[in-house]
Nanobody
Framework: QVQLVESGGGLVQAGASLRLSCAAS????????MDWFRQAPGKEREFVAA????????RYSDSVKGRFTISRDNAKASVYLQMNSLKPEDTAVYYC??????????????WGQGTQVTVSS
């Protein structure tokens, strides 16, 4: 029903910036909250950021607050994650997710395949 495709991952040096994109199709994008999660090697999948259906509310994990910014463009059915001051600890597969309940606390219903972000020292 809903397809999510991430892009923008890559290999960068510590301190660099990267912008991830997620393109959605097959659903009512404007009504969904959108999230970013990540999973580092040997670690559990963790929440990174969320944005409400309207873009009026955002939520971030403590580890990325002040460095990452989530945004959305409903006209383009896309969500973005601007990542600044990247650290090696940010290395992970980053997943885009969509939640039918359009709040920043909603549990995702749909997931993308992920994009690899690697930050070297």
């Amino acid at each position: 029903q809903v397809q999510l495709v991430e892009s923008g991952g890559g290999l960068v040096q510590a301190g660099a910036s990267l912008r991830l994109s997620c393109a959605a199709s097959g659903g009512t994008f404007r009504s969904y909250a959108m999230d970013w999660f990540r999973q580092a090697p040997g670690k559990e999948r963790e929440f990174v950021a969320a944005i409400s259906w309207s873009g009026g509310s955002t939520r971030y994990s403590d580890s990325v607050k002040g460095r990452f910014t989530i945004s959305r463009d409903n006209a383009k059915a896309s969500v973005y994650l601007q990542m600044n001051s990247l650290k090696p600890e940010d290395t992970a597969v980053y997943y885009c997710a969509a939640a039918k309940l359009g709040t920043v606390w909603a549990t995702p219903n749909y997931w993308g395949q992920g994009t690899q972000v690697t930050v070297s020292s």
